[in-house]
């Protein structure tokens, strides 16, 4: 099954990804997550994407096009995958289409947006392995470290209320428009993100089987 989370900065695509993925036992694959490891790691890719990330564009799409494509030709795809974050313009949708990926859901989580500003200024994230938290609504168990690898939790460069600002209006501008265009091909369903993480996922999984 190939399934496309979408929704705005903070609605919660990360956190369900990485609950259903286990339930479907298919990759959670994060564009986020791939160029924070590129920036990281100082790749061609990492160099192309790091002042947009921390001003809170988009990366170019021919960037992220190759990196995306590189990730799902990997053999643990082969029985599907969620794209968390990708794809975020209607561009990269339709590269999507030319690659001959056929979708079977695109799972918009929907969240209004003074809620997800108060999940962004709260979330932090492990240096180490990427995990994220929340203070308040998914705390790790000792403060400020990571449960699963011990490393520090730290807030992400482009969580900060201003460029969490930036990251929305970019969302309605480029990203938003995909709605009609997942609609229109008959696969777009919409989950309530309001509710707990756990009662999101049952939505969400929901959403997915029915
Ligand atoms: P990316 O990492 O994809 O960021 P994003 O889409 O802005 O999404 P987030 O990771 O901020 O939020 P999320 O929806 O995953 O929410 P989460 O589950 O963490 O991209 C970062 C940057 O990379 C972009 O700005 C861009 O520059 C670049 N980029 C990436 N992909 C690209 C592409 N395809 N094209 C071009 N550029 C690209 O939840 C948020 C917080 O809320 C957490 O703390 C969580 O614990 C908490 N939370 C989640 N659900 C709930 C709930 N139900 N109740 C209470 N708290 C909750």
Do not use: W
């Given at each position: 099954m190939n399934l496309i989370f979408l929704g705005a900065p903070g609605a919660g695509k990360g956190t369900q990804a990485e609950i259903v993925c286990d339930k479907l036992g298919i990759p959670a694959i994060s564009t986020g997550?791939?160029?924070r490891e590129a920036v990281k790691n100082g790749t061609p890719a990492g160099l192309a994407a790091k002042e947009c990330m921390e001003k809170g564009d988009l990366v170019p799409d021919d960037v992220v096009i190759g990196i995306l494509k590189d990730r799902i030709a990997q053999d643990?795809?082969?029985n599907g995958f969620i794209l968390d974050g990708f794809p975020r313009t209607v561009e990269q949708a339709e590269a999507l289409d030319k690659?001959?990926?056929s979708i079977d859901k695109v799972i918009e989580i929907s969240?209004?947006?003074?809620k997800i500003i108060s999940r962004l200024s709260g979330r932090r994230v492990c240096e180490g392995c990427g995990a994220s938290y929340h203070l308040d609504f998914k705390p790790t168990k000792v403060e400020g470290v990571c449960d699963s690898c011990g490393a520090k939790v730290v807030q992400r460069v482009d969580d900060k209320p201003e460029t969490v600002l930036s990251r929305l209006e970019t969302y309605r501008e480029k990203t938003a428009p995909l709605k009609d265009y997942y609609q229109n091909k008959g696969k777009l369903v919409t989950v309530n993100g309001q509710e707990e993480i756990a009662e999101t996922s049952k939505l969400t999984l929901a959403a997915i089987e029915g």
């Amino acid at each position: 099954m190939n399934l496309i989370f979408l929704g705005a900065p903070g609605a919660g695509k990360g956190t369900q990804a990485e609950i259903v993925c286990d339930k479907l036992g298919i990759p959670a694959i994060s564009t986020g997550n791939m160029l924070r490891e590129a920036v990281k790691n100082g790749t061609p890719a990492g160099l192309a994407a790091k002042e947009c990330m921390e001003k809170g564009d988009l990366v170019p799409d021919d960037v992220v096009i190759g990196i995306l494509k590189d990730r799902i030709a990997q053999d643990d795809c082969k029985n599907g995958f969620i794209l968390d974050g990708f794809p975020r313009t209607v561009e990269q949708a339709e590269a999507l289409d030319k690659m001959g990926v056929s979708i079977d859901k695109v799972i918009e989580i929907s969240v209004p947006d003074q809620k997800i500003i108060s999940r962004l200024s709260g979330r932090r994230v492990c240096e180490g392995c990427g995990a994220s938290y929340h203070l308040d609504f998914k705390p790790t168990k000792v403060e400020g470290v990571c449960d699963s690898c011990g490393a520090k939790v730290v807030q992400r460069v482009d969580d900060k209320p201003e460029t969490v600002l930036s990251r929305l209006e970019t969302y309605r501008e480029k990203t938003a428009p995909l709605k009609d265009y997942y609609q229109n091909k008959g696969k777009l369903v919409t989950v309530n993100g309001q509710e707990e993480i756990a009662e999101t996922s049952k939505l969400t999984l929901a959403a997915i089987e029915g």
